[in-house]
Each structure stands twice: as structure tokens, then as C-alpha cells.
């Protein structure tokens, strides 16, 4: 498709969505269902002006949904306002880690007897399918950082956490293939790919965060300087962290999401002490600079530019996924494995996973369902292909990987509004029962 009609037909979609967002809301459908249905029709399943081939094209697409996960996983972060102290964190984190390693493993076992792939490529499909994503899942994430629901918390913790914990395991799966050097009994992967790489890029994204956040407070109150370019500061950050991460060999999604979390960590703990003060209340005019509202305004204004940015990414990507959607990559015989993945392993993966945690069992059904697949999975996979896994190993890998992200986009997507206002109005129904309404 030429350039022209490129122009025309993406500012045409944006226009449509502009106009149709809020009528969206009300159906069984998401914009992302749209962003797909586009893709497809000017794809090879349809009109055929626009290709993308997963192979040839590996590079082009591993970066295109690079930028696109760490700018969502920086917005993750910023939303989780909850101290680490606090026990809301317990359920994210068996998900991000102890259900997600489950995931990794139930898929490789299904990988090997029932894909018939060679057990580094099934656990490496098990690392690119584990990760929920933080890109597609907004409608179930946190809307903001006062948001106080359990369940959105729940998800949008998951999402900004696995995504890089699913790392070592991609690691593992290429190192199987002889592609990535494990070391005598996994030593070096154990050292190098786990405890280096998660706690290096924890640390790295922490430390920038704070670093960042605390100097631009500090220039705004003294000085009044650095107000405005919330733009250039979030891009600024993102790009800080995630290279310093990349150059220090640890996980990138990591940093991100951890220098998004300190951001907001700052703002919470700077407010707290605010309030404890006897300031003047700030006018419209000084809440950048205000000590008590400077922190609240920095961090809301970051997350403002960063979700604006998001949903324009995620348009292109989701379009890119649309227009894969090819016969010539899609092989019917693989998908099979989608219900199975949706009902039986995530299901098991985070009922195990939260085994004897005491959380409500509608709770739980939902986490179990909302297990949405995304950009995360299509980076991972495009990884792996510029790695050098063998053409055949690969288009396996793509045709499972397309079939699961393109399902979860509709199956979610259509469930999503019936099943959150379902899950709004028993939970609005519960609190009036407390309070004796």
C-alpha cells in the first residue's frame, strides 16, 4: 500500500475511533477489536493491499512492540499507587511469578506431546504465551491511581510484573535450542539470566525513578524550574532506564516498570508528608511547584502524556497483528490450543498459583479468565526469531502465537464490558450491604 493511502487510512481509523469511543463503552466490543478488524481487512484475508511477513520482517516488528510494551509497562507502574508494604501486593505477585511459571510449564508439556516441538522450543512458547499483557488489558486494569479495585489491581500488577519475569524462561527456552549459552548444569543461566538480570533490572529502574523524581521536585519547589515537558521527562525516563538496563545485561521491561512504580512511590510518600504540614492550600496556578501538590501534579501529568501515547501505539500494533492474520502463517491445525490455554492452563495456573491466599472465588474466576495475551507475546516471539530459531521451528511458533493473540483479542474483548459490570455492580451491591445502605 502506498504511503498516500497509508495517510488516508489511518487517520481515517483514528477519526472513526475518536467519534465512536464512547459508543464502544456500552457494547460487548473494544477499540482494540476494531484496531484488529481493520488490520485483517486490509491484510491478506482481505482486500490484500498490505503484507507483513513474521519472518522476513522479525526485526522491523521486535522493536515496533519493544516501544510499544515499555511505554505500557511504565504506565502500569505509575497506576499502582499501594505501598509494598501493603498486603494488595501478595495476589500480583504469585501471578507474575509462581502462576506464571506454572503457565510455562503446562505449555511446554503441551508444546512437546501435543505440537510435537522439541522441548526448547516448547518451553520457549510457554515463555512467549505466560505474560499477560499490559497493552490490550486496559479495560481490566487500573483506570487510574486512586482506583481502589482489587481485581483491577490484581491484573494490572500481573501485567507490568510478568513481562519481564518471563524473560529467563524465553532465555532458557532459546538456551535448549543451543542458541544461548546456559553454562554446566544451567549455572549461568541461574546467575546470569534469573538473579542478575530481575534483580539488576529492579534495582536499575528503582533507582532511576526516585533519582529523576526527586531532582525534578526539588527544581520545581526551590527553583521553579523544569515545569512543563511531562513529555520529554516520561520519554526521558523510559529511555533511562530501559537503556541502562540493556547495557548492564539486565531485563529492560523490568526497569521500566520499576521506574514508572518509584515514580509513583515518590508522589505517594511526598504527598503523605504534605499533608502532615500546614501549608497554604496552592492556587490553580502553583500546583506545580506547591510542596503539597507538586508530586501529585508531576506523577499525574506523566501518566497523562503516557497513556495518550499508549493508545496511539497501540493502534499500529494491533493493526501490524491484523494484517499477519495470513493463511500462509496460520495453520488451523494449531488452534486447537487456544481453549485449551484460555480454560484449562490459565485456570489451573492462578487457582494454583493463589492457592490459600483467602480471596473471594468470583475473584478468582475472573483473574483465571482475564489472562489476555498480546504485544507482550508477539515481542517475545520476534525475539526469539531474531535469535536464530530454525525457519520451521519458527512458523510453528508464529501460527500458535497469532491464533492466541488474535483470539484473546475478540473472546476478552467481547466478554470484557458484560463480565466488569457484572463483577462493578455485585461489588457495589456488597459495599451498600456493609454500610447498612
Given at each position: 500500500m502506498s504511503l498516500d493511502l497509508w495517510y488516508l487510512f489511518f487517520g481515517a481509523l483514528l477519526v472513526l475511533i475518536a467519534l465512536m469511543a464512547s459508543a464502544v463503552k456500552q457494547w460487548p466490543l473494544t477499540t482494540t477489536m476494531v484496531y484488529l478488524f481493520?488490520?485483517?481487512?486490509?491484510?491478506?484475508?482481505?482486500?490484500?493491499?498490505?503484507?507483513?511477513?513474521?519472518?522476513?520482517?522479525?526485526?522491523?516488528?521486535?522493536?515496533?512492540?519493544?516501544?510499544?510494551?515499555?511505554?505500557?509497562?511504565?504506565?502500569?507502574?505509575l497506576k499502582l499507587r499501594a505501598p509494598f508494604k501493603d498486603g494488595k501486593w501478595k495476589v500480583p505477585v504469585r501471578l507474575a511469578f509462581g502462576s506464571m511459571a506454572l503457565t510455562v510449564g503446562m505449555?511446554?508439556?503441551v508444546g512437546v506431546?501435543?505440537?510435537?516441538?522439541?522441548?526448547?522450543?516448547?518451553?520457549?512458547?510457554?515463555?512467549?504465551l505466560a505474560p499477560t499483557d499490559p497493552v490490550l488489558?486496559?479495560?481490566?486494569?487500573?483506570?487510574?491511581?486512586?482506583?481502589?479495585?482489587?481485581?483491577?489491581?490484581?491484573?494490572?500488577?500481573?501485567?507490568?510484573?510478568?513481562?519481564?519475569?518471563?524473560?529467563?524462561?524465553?532465555?532458557?527456552?532459546v538456551g535448549l535450542?543451543?542458541?544461548?549459552?546456559?553454562?554446566?548444569?544451567?549455572?549461568?543461566?541461574?546467575?546470569?539470566?534469573?538473579?542478575?538480570?530481575?534483580?539488576?533490572?529492579?534495582?536499575?529502574?528503582?533507582?532511576?525513578?526516585?533519582g529523576v523524581g526527586r531532582a525534578v521536585l526539588y527544581l520545581r519547589r526551590t527553583h521553579k524550574a523544569g515545569l512543563g515537558r511531562e513529555e520529554f521527562l516520561t520519554l526521558g525516563l523510559i529511555g533511562l532506564s530501559y537503556g541502562a538496563a540493556l547495557v548492564a545485561h539486565t531485563y529492560g521491561f523490568l526497569a521500566v516498570f520499576a521506574a514508572g512504580l518509584a515514580l509513583r512511590m515518590i508522589e505517594r510518600s511526598e504527598t503523605e508528608i504534605g499533608a502532615g504540614g500546614n501549608h497554604a492550600a496552592p492556587t490553580h496556578g502553583d500546583r506545580e511547584t506547591h510542596p503539597e501538590t507538586a508530586p501529585l501534579h508531576l506523577a499525574e501529568s506523566v501518566l497523562?502524556?503516557?497513556?495518550?501515547?499508549?493508545?496511539i501505539l497501540e493502534v499500529v500494533l494491533v493493526l501490524v497483528i491484523g494484517v499477519m492474520l495470513a493463511p500462509a502463517f496460520l495453520d488451523a491445525g494449531h488452534l486447537w490450543f487456544v481453549p485449551v490455554l484460555f480454560f484449562v492452563i490459565r485456570p489451573i495456573a492462578v487457582v494454583l498459583g493463589l492457592a490459600g491466599i483467602g480471596?473471594?472465588?468470583?475473584?478468582?474466576?475472573?483473574?483465571?479468565?482475564?489472562?489476555?495475551?498480546?504485544?507482550?507475546?508477539l515481542y517475545y516471539l520476534m525475539f526469539a526469531i531474531g535469535m536464530g530459531v530454525e525457519p520451521g521451528i519458527s512458523m510453528q511458533l508464529v501460527s500458535v502465537t497469532l491464533w492466541v493473540i488474535a483470539s484473546s483479542i475478540v473472546v476478552h474483548g467481547i466478554s470484557v464490558t458484560p463480565l466488569m459490570r457484572r463483577y462493578q455492580a455485585k461489588r457495589g451491591g456488597h459495599a451498600r450491604s456493609k454500610t447498612g445502605a
Open positions: 481493520a488490520g485483517i481487512v486490509i491484510g491478506p484475508l482481505g482486500i490484500g493491499v498490505a503484507a507483513i511477513h513474521p519472518l522476513e520482517d522479525a526485526r522491523f516488528l521486535e522493536l515496533a512492540a519493544e516501544l510499544v510494551v515499555i511505554v505500557s509497562l511504565f504506565t502500569a507502574g505449555i511446554a508439556l506431546f501435543g505440537l510435537g516441538l522439541p522441548l526448547g522450543a516448547a518451553v520457549l512458547l510457554g515463555a512467549i488489558a486496559s479495560d481490566v486494569q487500573l483506570e487510574s491511581a486512586t482506583d481502589q479495585d482489587r481485581l483491577r489491581f490484581d491484573l494490572t500488577g500481573e501485567a507490568g510484573m510478568n513481562d519481564g519475569a518471563a524473560f529467563p524462561f524465553v532465555m532458557l527456552g535450542l543451543g542458541l544461548h549459552e546456559l553454562g554446566d548444569y544451567s549455572w549461568r543461566w541461574f546467575a546470569a539470566d534469573v538473579f542478575w538480570a530481575i534483580g539488576g533490572g529492579l534495582a536499575i529502574g528503582t533507582l532511576a525513578g526516585i497523562t502524556f503516557n497513556e495518550q501515547l499508549e493508545r480471596i473471594p472465588k468470583a475473584r478468582v474466576a475472573l483473574l483465571s479468565w482475564f489472562g489476555i495475551r498480546g504485544i507482550g507475546s
